[in-house]
């Protein structure tokens, strides 16, 4: 029987704010440092070098800017190519685009989510056969769960093609050790709202190459020469952080340690409580990673289940509860018909598949316990529904 009362809407991920965004936004308010730029700006960037063991680090407007910008100083231009992971967000391959280069794609492997060693090879060993090896390799990790790192730097430096970390997603998660984003040439993170610390909006783009990220601030201001004037001598963009939205994001920063905890928390809860249920199997995570477990994902094997993510999704809603299917292949989406894609083993696309059975849960860190129980109760009843139906049948 249906509700009748509407229960309160459970998101998938929602902003957490720690109380001490304010502060930081005072003082840019009393200083009046509402313009672009200024002291919160300076402090968040190195607070995030600092963090992620970089040396240096340029505040921008969006993770999507920060590849964009990645991109441009890598010198990607019209004709060229440049090899993306499939299973991402639009926002990895759009910057692609942008400079009017063309994105091959590279299929997951099953161990993280995330590009598969085996397609890549695939994919470079085409690439060199052409004559035409790709400017940049973009790879994601997915959901926080950090790539196979070793095995993809040794293949883009056996190549010499420089690697681009999109760690939109995985700040504060680590692969042996060493924190998620300071792996290539450049690592990008992202502060939009749904993240696991957000400005609003936002993103930073980080590397060693401490003149690159000076190029980048340089790019990012609308690549003003240094004149009394203004003049230009390059293409520019105005991708600046505000001063207000750095203050956010320091006192987000701050409480970084506390949100990967309670979203690891929400994953070992549903691990606890689902993975007994038939044809149902989380996320991996690979030995030696830390994932901040920024979105709890699962697979449901439709036959073992009984039941499709499709349904399972639906039957949320009705409940008031926000679930998706994971990201949908970039290579599938209709902006991208055409680009080469790389598969995994011979016939077999491990993204496709993750596709077809994946499912993301509500995992904010500020999901109360009773709202997680909320959700766990929906899957486990419209699952046993599902299988006593069967059993009558
Ligand atoms: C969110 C996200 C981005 C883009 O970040 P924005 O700040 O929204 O532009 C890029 N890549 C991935 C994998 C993301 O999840």
């Given at each position: 029987m249906a509700n009748t009362t509407v229960q309160k809407r459970i998101f998938l991920s929602s902003p957490h704010m720690s109380g001490n965004e304010i502060k930081y936004i005072n003082e840019a308010f009393i200083t009046n440092w509402i313009a672009p730029l200024g002291p919160n700006v300076d402090t968040f960037e190195k607070e995030i070098a600092a963090y992620t063991g970089v040396n240096e680090a340029a505040a921008v407007s969006s993770g999507t800017a920060a590849i964009h910008l990645a991109l441009s100083l890598l010198g990607v231009e019209k004709g060229d190519t440049v090899f993306c992971s499939t299973l991402t967000f639009i926002a990895s391959a759009n910057p692609i685009l942008y400079l009017g280069a063309e994105p091959v794609f590279i299929d997951s492997e099953p161990e993280t989510w995330n590009m598969s060693p085996q397609a890549l090879e695939k994919a470079f060993m085409d690439a060199a056969l052409n004559g035409k090896l790709p400017k940049a390799v973009i790879v994601v990790n997915l959901y926080g769960q950090s790539a196979k790192m070793d095995e993809l730097t040794l293949l883009c430096d056996q190549y010499e093609v420089p690697m681009i970390e999109d760690a939109a997603e995985?700040?504060?998660?680590?692969?042996?050790?060493?924190?998620?984003?300071?792996?290539?040439?450049?690592?990008?993170?992202?502060?939009?709202?749904?993240?696991?610390?957000?400005?609003?909006?936002?993103?930073?783009?980080?590397?060693?190459?401490?003149?690159?990220?000076?190029?980048?601030?340089?790019?990012?201001?609308?690549?003003?020469?240094?004149?009394?004037?203004?003049?230009?001598?390059?293409?520019?963009?105005?991708?600046?952080?505000?001063?207000?939205?750095?203050?956010?994001?320091?006192?987000?920063?701050?409480?970084?340690?506390?949100?990967?905890?309670?979203?690891?928390?929400?994953?070992?809860?549903?691990?606890?409580?689902?993975?007994?249920?038939?044809?149902?199997?989380?996320?991996?995570?690979?030995?030696?990673?830390?994932?901040?477990?920024?979105?709890?994902?699962?697979?449901?094997?439709?036959?073992?289940?009984?039941?499709?993510?499709?349904?399972?999704?639906?039957?949320?809603?009705?409940?008031?509860?926000?679930?998706?299917?994971?990201?949908?292949?970039?290579?599938?989406?209709?902006?991208?018909?055409?680009?080469?894609?790389?598969?995994?083993?011979?016939?077999?696309?491990?993204?496709?598949?993750?596709?077809?059975?994946?499912?993301?849960?509500?995992?904010?860190?500020?999901?109360?316990e009773i709202d997680q129980s909320r959700v766990i109760n929906c899957i486990k009843n419209f699952i046993n529904v599902k299988e006593v139906e069967r059993k009558i049948v």
């Open positions: 995985s700040l504060g998660s680590s692969y042996k050790g060493k924190p998620s984003g300071s792996f290539g040439c450049f690592g990008i993170f992202s502060f939009n709202g749904n993240k696991i610390i957000t400005t609003s909006g936002g993103g930073m783009l980080v590397s060693n190459d401490a003149e690159a990220i000076h190029k980048a601030r340089f790019l990012a201001t609308q690549a003003r020469d240094p004149a009394p004037h203004y003049q230009h001598s390059k293409i520019g963009y105005n991708y600046r952080m505000s001063n207000i939205l750095a203050g956010i994001g320091r006192a987000q920063l701050e409480v970084l340690e506390e949100r990967v905890e309670a979203r690891r928390a929400v994953f070992e809860r549903y691990q606890q409580e689902l993975s007994t249920l038939p044809g149902i199997q989380f996320m991996p995570e690979l030995n030696e990673t830390y994932s901040n477990r920024w979105l709890t994902a699962m697979t449901i094997d439709e036959i073992e289940a009984d039941v499709k993510v499709s349904e399972l999704i639906e039957e949320l809603a009705a409940e008031n509860i926000e679930a998706r299917p994971v990201w949908k292949p970039l290579h599938m989406q209709p902006l991208f018909k055409g680009a080469k894609y790389f598969t995994h083993g011979d016939k077999e696309s491990v993204s496709e598949q993750l596709f077809a059975n994946g499912i993301c849960l509500p995992s904010g860190s500020n999901m109360e």
